[in-house]
């Protein structure tokens, strides 16, 4: 058998043997699973190349966070009632710079999606270019339908503990579902109070009257966009003329619609966790604006006002409307298989993840299959996490840039996250597949800094 073939299967046996430790110690955390298996599966040329790797225990120590703090969250609802949630933490790897990643706050919210959150956002994180490690939090508290101060009392409930956690060069937060520029005035007030100081760098997301970046609400959306241009444009394609198909109307799926329309795109759909809403003259973005970001309401209501749209409960439906480009913004798993084929058999052209694994392992696999463009997520919507260490380099130095400074920076990031993709898939053997080269690219400079930091 020729040596790079053999290589190969030693590497698989290799890489199946991790995975199985990682599912006996981590039992019943199917998303963290998933996320570890895509990854590992990715990495086979790497580790048939380069032994090193297995030599110094790479696999084993990066799938194993650093740390993984749980803590009780007591508060006290307006009925006087004391309720409690769970708070995480998760600080999965520093290797390249201190932990960084979201907080979500969300019922579905555990110890296997916080790992999967933050084993990813260590790789993405890497993917930008920017000196920060991996990091994910948050809580199951639901944040629907509670008042303004339910909210308050929680997220300073909440800061109360997390705070002994974190800090400006140890592990700095910032939104994710459920936490927007609301949530993270209270958890930094919060942490101001505690410390006695104003340490702008703690967290990122923040208003820009305290120290936020102008450009950041905007960036994981716009990003992904960005990201999702640089795929069609290398096969003569753009957005200008297509029709889009947005799911979410939270953050991420906001600012992905407003870039779209700007580039040209009709975006038709959006969605809630309760229904999506089609409106073939394309999608009034003030209206979800207004229904979402300052009523706080369903989406269902824009169809009240919208007399050419409707209206479908449910949330995988909204892949059955036919479109050119599809941009998955609301959660993890919410295009599986049999909406990946009918998407392919409307003839989408390109799939842009705005969420965090909003694909199942399967549905990835018919994209490949039938040569649709794939931008994963951590590639796609790494341009959140880069505007933030913007934001914490601005933060450092006491300096506000521009909103087209911001921009500037962030659409060249996606841009050379998208090339070093592209060429790690090459380099490795799969051209064009983005899901390989963005796990390979962000990978290696992780896998370097840690052999260089000795076994720790
Ligand atoms: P938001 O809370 O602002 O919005 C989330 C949207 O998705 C809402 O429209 C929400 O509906 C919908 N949604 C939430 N859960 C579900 C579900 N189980 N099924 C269907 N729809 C659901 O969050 P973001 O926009 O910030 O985050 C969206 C995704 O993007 C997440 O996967 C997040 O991890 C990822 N991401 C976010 C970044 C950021 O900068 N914010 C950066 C990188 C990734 P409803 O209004 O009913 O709650």
Redesign the pocket.
Known sequence: MAVAAEQEIQAREYIQAVFETVQRRNPNESEFQQAVKEILESLVPVLAKHPKYREQGILERIVEPERLVTFRVPWVDDQGIVRVNRGFRVQFNSAIGPYKG?L?F?P?VNASIIKF?GFEQTF?NSLTGQPIGGGKGGSDFDP?DKSDREIMRFTQSFMTELSKYIGPDTDIP???????GREIGYLFGQYKRIRGAHEAGVLT?KGTLYGGSLA?TE???YGCVYFVDEMLAAKGLGFEGSTVVV????????YAVEKAAQLGAKVVA?????GYIHDPNGIDLAAVRRL?EQERK??AEYVLDHPGATYQEG?SGIWSIPCDIALP????N?IDEDAAKLLVKNGVKAVGE?????STLQAIEVFLQAGVLFGP?KAA?????AV?ALEMAQNSTRQAWEFEEVDARLHGIMRSIYQNSVQAAEEYGHPGNLVVGANIAGFLKVADAMIAQGVV
Do not use: F, W, Y
């Open positions: 979201g979500r969300h579905s959150l993405k629907k910032a939104g994710d579902i459920g936490v927007g997301g950041r960036a994981t959306g799911s979410g109307s939270g953050n991420v799926a906001i959006c969605s809630d966790s309760n979402k369903r989406i949330c913004c609301a959660t993890q919410e705005g969420a965090n694994m909003p997520a919507n790494a341009g959140g996490v933030s």
